[in-house]
């Protein structure tokens, strides 16, 4: 009598669980093909041992059931090369944006490990960082900005640009000094690496006066301030927009009493006189 194999059998010697077979059965991929005429019981025979090791390796492989059922039933070696080449193909996609991924979680985490003092108004000198903007409809409200950015981040999937998981707002030299501190003109998410197209620009390095603003966006105004009279005391100004980028937002903050958002002015001097 030929070796053959009940469901558990052969779930032990291939140290998978008895239910993923009764699921391989269920879905068409992979089932008993033998059945004992006396109670009925159906068994796995010894020639369907290399089949379930096929399925295994294919699964390893990151094909779905779908495809690993379609695999089985090609018809020569010139189809099953071309169906590796395809799962070679998508494995390659999905490692590019997984490597995306690990980038922008480590960055993410670094920022979050390094905080400075929220409410501190320091003067650095920033190296050159590179950005994907667009501009915001006035009157550049909360929901001008949101529309602005939910526009930007189907660019940036579609590009599939090297943004970080940040998002970040501007607001004009006009606006600060008018004291429209909420009063956006541009979005943007930093990237990760410099990438030379019309959607793509260098954030200027240089001297910035930087500070965390802790609490609701609608309250950055009292940063700003601090931030605007530490640049006079030094006889600085903005020399343009401000960079502003959500460290914790609803994301990993649970109130927006919660929420953090630095602020990058880049400077310069002497102050601007009114006229």
């Known amino acids: ?13 291939n140290g998978i669980s008895k239910q993923t077979l009764i ?11 033998e059945k004992d005429p006396r109670n009925g019981y159906r068994y796995y025979g010894a020639d369907q041992l290399e089949v379930l090791d096929h399925i295994l390796i294919l699964k390893d ?34 490692q590019r944006r997984l490597s995306a991924a690990l980038t922008r979680l480590n960055v993410k985490i670094s920022e979050l490990e390094q905080l400075e003092t929220p ?16 501009t915001v409809a ?40 008018q004291e429209r501190f909420t009063e ?6 930093p990237l990760h690496r410099a990438v030379r197209t019309r959607l793509c620009r260098p954030r200027p390095a240089g001297l910035y006066v930087r500070c965390l603003h802790a609490g609701p966006y609608s309250q950055t105004g009292d940063t700003y301030r601090l931030m605007l009279r530490a640049m006079a005391q030094r006889g600085l100004s903005p020399l343009d927009a401000s960079y502003e980028t959500c460290v914790l937002d ?12 630095r602020i990058d002015i880049p400077v310069g001097g002497p102050v601007a006189r009114p006229d």
């Open 119 to 134: 409410g501190e108004v320091r003067f650095e000198t920033l190296p050159e960082g590179w950005i994907t903007a667009q």
């Open 61 to 94: 492989m990151g094909l779905s059931l779908q495809e690993i059922r379609a695999f089985l039933s090609l018809s020569g070696p010139s189809d099953a090369l071309a169906a590796l080449r395809r799962q070679r193909e998508a494995l390659t996609a999905r």
């Open 250 to 261: 609803s994301m990993t903050a649970r109130s927006d009493s919660d929420y953090l958002t």
């Open 138 to 177: 006035p009157p550049g409200g909360t929901l001008e900005a949101d529309i602005a950015l939910k526009s930007l981040l189907r660019l940036v999937h579609d590009r599939q640009l090297p943004y970080l998981y940040q998002m970040g707002t501007r607001v004009s030299r006009e606006a600060m000094a």
């Open 1 to 13: 009598m030929k070796p053959r194999f009940t469901t558990g059998e052969l779930a032990r010697l």
């Open 23 to 33: 699921f391989y059965d269920r879905a068409g991929v992979f089932s008993p093909n």
């Open 184 to 189: 956006v003109c541009e979005v943007f998410f």
